[in-house]
């Protein structure tokens, strides 16, 4: 059972920063491109970033683009995203998942429970 517990999402005004992290079990994490994705309700769901496996390629949004920056660690089944400079419309429940490069977003059949982050004046 795969299962993606995401954590770090919080409050933060315009100009702030924050780390967030996806603990990855029950898929062989280090054979698998991963990414970050995050949704407003009422919107659909956004791919921000994506990682190789191994390589460190990494494909971001243009929205977040030199203001995030994602990475991971195969040994511990985590993938992190700091994300810099955060603004209003960064606000979004943020998940992770398998992933694709260049950075989409395709079907998955699991989601995490996402973590939340607000940003505000």
């Known amino acids: 059972q795969v299962q993606l517990v995401e954590s770090g999402g919080g409050l933060v005004h315009p100009g702030g920063s924050l780390t967030l992290s996806c603990i990855v079990s029950g898929l062989p994490f280090q054979r698998y491109i991963m990414g970050w994705y995050r949704q407003v309700p009422g919107k659909q769901r956004e791919a921000v970033a994506s990682?190789?496996?191994?390589?460190?390629?990494?494909s971001y949004s243009d929205s977040v683009a030199g203001r995030f920056h994602i990475s991971r660690d195969n040994a511990e089944d985590t993938l992190y995203l700091q994300m810099n400079n955060l603004q209003p419309e960064d606000t979004a429940v943020y998940y992770c998942?398998?992933?694709?490069?260049?950075?989409?977003?395709?079907?998955?059949?699991?989601w995490g429970q996402g973590t939340q982050v607000t940003v505000f004046s």
């Open positions: 998942n398998t992933a694709q490069l260049p950075i989409g977003v395709t079907p998955k059949n699991y």
């Open positions: 990682i190789h496996s191994t390589t460190g390629l990494t």
